[in-house]
């Protein structure tokens, strides 16, 4: 594995997984950035990956002498370390507030909510209060009270939080995970169309044909 110098954003990612968020994210950043793809069982689990994090999993970025894993993390940060993109309110804007609120909610609620629910374990209704998500139905009544404005989750102020709340739902209607509710449909058709994000898909959507090319 190459040693960055300080000053290159590095991306540790495989087509197929959750890096797809954090390559959207770094397609909106508009700064120039390495990738290195890592594959499940073998690179991702080598050594020296594990070096930069322990759980063996991607994405990961480093930049600066920093290591963010998580991606919600890296896409708050990101937005925080290149304030000139104008991806995240300042500390003293009062939509600072909505803004990690709902970033953080999709990262915390929602993807248990949603994994529990595909997994065919969902906290039973009298144990309900004792999950974080509450219930399903409540997390999903949220998620759509946050994107039923619009455009974005700012109002007409694009940000990271539309990266990854984005992100989540994009993938629960493509798999089935989140019903196909209209403010949903709505906001995914809104995002879809971001050059930034076009762009990111089809440069992971090369990696994917090139390693099935080499297989």
């Not at 300080?6 to 890096?19: H, K, L, Q």
């Not at 990961?60 to 998580?70: I, M, P, Q």
């Not at 999709?106 to 994994?115: L, N, Q, R, Y």
């Amino acid at each position: 594995m190459i040693q960055p110098s300080d000053d290159e954003i590095v991306f540790y990612t495989n087509p197929m997984s959750r890096g797809r968020i954090v390559r959207w994210m770094l397609e909106e950043v508009g700064r120039a950035y390495r990738t290195v793809a890592l594959d499940y069982g073998t690179t991702m689990k080598a050594p020296d990956y594990l070096a930069i994090n322990p759980m063996g999993k991607v994405p990961a970025v480093t930049w600066r002498g920093v290591t963010v894993t998580e991606c919600a993390a890296i896409c708050a940060w990101l937005a925080d370390a290149v304030p000139e993109a104008g991806l995240a309110p300042a500390l003293e804007d009062p939509a600072r507030g909505p803004y990690l609120r709902w970033l953080f909610f999709a990262a915390g609620p929602v993807e248990a909510a949603v994994t529990a629910k595909a997994l065919g374990l969902l906290a039973p209704a009298d144990k309900a209060a004792m999950a974080g998500y509450g219930s399903f139905e409540q997390t999903v009544n949220a998620l759509e009270q946050a994107v039923t404005p619009g455009p974005w989750i700012l109002g007409d102020r694009f940000s990271a939080a539309d990266v990854y709340v984005g992100s989540q739902i994009l993938w629960g209607l493509q798999f089935g995970t989140l019903p196909a509710r209209d403010a949903f449909k709505a906001y995914a058709a809104r995002l879809s169309g971001r050059e930034a994000a076009v762009r990111a898909r089809e440069i992971d959507d090369a990696l994917l044909a090139a390693a099935s090319t080499e297989g």
